[in-house]
C-alpha cells in the first residue's frame, strides 16, 4: 500500500527558504515518477513540479520556475521540493503524489 508522508511546511517570512520533504513507502520509489501539488484557499489543486524516473526529468509550473526544484534521493525513498526567494503567492497546502495516491499534506505560510 502506498504511503506518502509530507513534513516541513510552516510559517515562513516573505524571501525566505523552505525545503518540504515526502517520504514514501509501499512501492519501489526509485522507478516510478512524483509529484508535488499544492492548493491555495479557494482554488483548485495545481500541479507544481514531478519529476520522472528514472531519467529524473523535471517538470515545473510556470509560476514557479527557477524558485522551485524537485529533487529526490532514491536511496532514503524520499522527495523534496526547495522554495526559494518565497512569496505570499506560495501559500497554500502542498501535497505529495504518485501512483494515484496522495500524501496528507503540509501548509505552507508566507507572511510578515
Known amino acids: 500500500q ?3 508522508v509530507e513534513s516541513g511546511g510552516g510559517l515562513v517570512q516573505p524571501g525566505g527558504s ?8 509501499g512501492f519501489t520509489f526509485s522507478i516510478n515518477s512524483m509529484s508535488w501539488y499544492r492548493q491555495a484557499p479557494g482554488k483548485e489543486r495545481e ?7 528514472p531519467s529524473d526529468r523535471t517538470v515545473y509550473a510556470d509560476s514557479v520556475k527557477g524558485r522551485f526544484t524537485i529533487p529526490r534521493d532514491n536511496v532514503m525513498n524520499t522527495l523534496y521540493l526547495q ?12 501535497y505529495c ?3 494515484s495516491s496522495w ?3 503540509t501548509q505552507v505560510t508566507v507572511s510578515s
Open 97 to 99: 503524489y504518485t501512483k
Open 83 to 94: 522554495i526559494n526567494r518565497l512569496k505570499p503567492q506560495v501559500t497554500a497546502v502542498y
Open 47 to 53: 500541479l507544481v513540479a514531478r519529476i520522472s524516473a
Open 2 to 4: 502506498v504511503q506518502l
Open 18 to 25: 523552505l525545503r518540504l520533504s515526502c517520504t514514501a513507502s
Open 103 to 105: 500524501g496528507q499534506g
